[in-house]
């Protein structure tokens, strides 16, 4: 049974850091590139960065280019997703899925950037 369980959001200031973890089970996934997602009310779903196979390459929406950082750990089944100066319109729960075979969603963490 396919599981992605994020975890790590929280509310922070304009400015701050967090770092998101997304652990897989039930699939193999080091055989698969794996995407950063986040969605806000009145918003379609939108893909933040990916990671393919070997974690060497990267690739980032433009909204994010620069203050966020993708990493994965393929022993540990893990994906992180470093969050650097933080803006409100950050603002979003948070998903973790493949880049392009969707399993079935997580529940996401709540990113909240606020003053």
């Known amino acids: 049974q396919v599981q992605l369980v994020e975890s790590g959001g929280g509310l922070v200031q304009p400015g701050g850091s967090l770092k998101l973890s997304c652990v897989a089970s039930?699939?193999?996934?080091?055989?698969?590139?794996m995407s950063w997602y986040r969605r806000t009310p009145g918003k379609e779903r939108e893909r933040v960065a990916t990671?393919?196979?070997?974690?060497?390459?990267?690739g980032y929406a433009d909204s994010v280019r620069g203050r966020f950082t993708i990493s994965r750990d393929n022993v540990k089944n893990t994906m992180y997703l470093q969050m650097n100066s933080l803006k409100p319109e950050d603002t979003a729960v948070y998903f973790c899925?493949?880049?392009?075979?969707?399993?079935?969603w997580g529940q996401g963490t709540q990113v909240t950037v606020s003053s």
């Open positions: 899925n493949a880049r392009y075979q969707i399993q079935p």
């Open positions: 039930g699939f193999t996934f080091s055989r698969f590139a």
């Open positions: 990671i393919y196979t070997a974690g060497g390459t990267t």
